[in-house]
Nanobody, 113 residues
């Protein structure tokens, strides 16, 4: 059974950085596409970024240039480095693994002064 566990969320001031982690068990993360999504209060879940099995990355326009998705195959973990955070980045962030359509439990990111 595949499990994804996110960590690294928290409260941060605008302009600061956070790094989210998504640790996988029960599967080799790098075999399939892995994505990061977020859901703000009262809004639909939206796609943030993706890293393919080959390492190709794609980003939503709203985070392009500020966020970086990466993967450490040795640790079977994916990361989302978030820089220059804005209040509108406040949301619960989820990782998703395409190999088994598995979602993590989510981690809250709050950007506020």
């Amino acid at each position: 059974q595949v499990q994804l566990v996110e960590s690294g969320g928290g409260l941060v001031q605008p302009g600061r950085s956070l790094r989210l982690s998504c640790a996988a068990s029960g599967a080799i993360l790098g075999m399939y596409r892995m994505g990061w999504y977020r859901q703000a209060p009262g809004k639909e879940r939206e796609w943030v970024a993706t890293i393919s099995s080959g390492g190709t990355t794609n980003y939503a326009d709203s985070v392009k240039g500020r966020f970086t998705v990466s993967r450490d195959d040795a640790k079977n973990t994916a990361y989302l480095q978030m820089n220059s955070l804005k209040a509108e980045d406040t949301a619960v962030y989820y990782c998703h693994w395409a190999g088994s359509n598995t979602w993590g439990q989510g981690t809250q990111v709050t950007v506020s002064s």
